[in-house]
Nanobody, 127 residues
Framework: QVQLVESGGGLVQPGGSLRLSCVASGDTFSRYTMGWFRQTPGNEREFVAAVSWSGTYTHDADSVKGRFTISRDNAKSTVYLQMKSLQPEDTAVYYC????????????????????WGQGTQVTVSS
């Protein structure tokens, strides 16, 4: 079992930045692929970014490419999502998730590949 707790959400103006953090506990953090997803009311939870066990490899959704960066610190059992140039369409609840994947492939983009989820943190981009 892995417990995940997100933090760092809030209200930011368009063009601004935020950094989300997700602290894991309960199992060996470095065993897991980590991902960030987001969800708006009435819509499915969508993939944002994922990072491999070592942090060497990442996947990003096209909608955030060049603006968001996922990273991890295995010593701190923490995964981050640095978000820049935020736009109103980035407004959502952001969820951290952990997946026990044998390979870091395209499956890391799939919601159903993730076994454990945090409670979410709200990000609102508005002037």
């Amino acid at each position: 079992q892995v417990q995940l707790v997100e933090s760092g959400g809030g209200l930011v103006q368009p063009g601004g930045s935020l950094r989300l953090s997700c602290v894991a506990s309960g199992d060996t953090f470095s065993r897991y692929t980590m991902g960030w997803f987001r969800q708006t009311p009435g819509n499915e939870r969508e993939f944002v970014a994922a990072v491999s066990w070592s942090g060497t490899y990442t996947h990003d959704a096209d909608s955030v490419k060049g603006r968001f960066t996922i990273s991890r610190d295995n010593a701190k059992s923490t995964v981050y999502l640095q978000m820049k140039s935020l736009q109103p369409e980035d407004t959502a609840v952001y969820y951290c998730a952990a997946a026990n994947l044998r390979y870091f492939g395209d499956s890391a983009r799939l919601r159903d590949a993730y076994n454990f989820w945090g409670q979410g943190t709200q990000v609102t981009v508005s002037s």
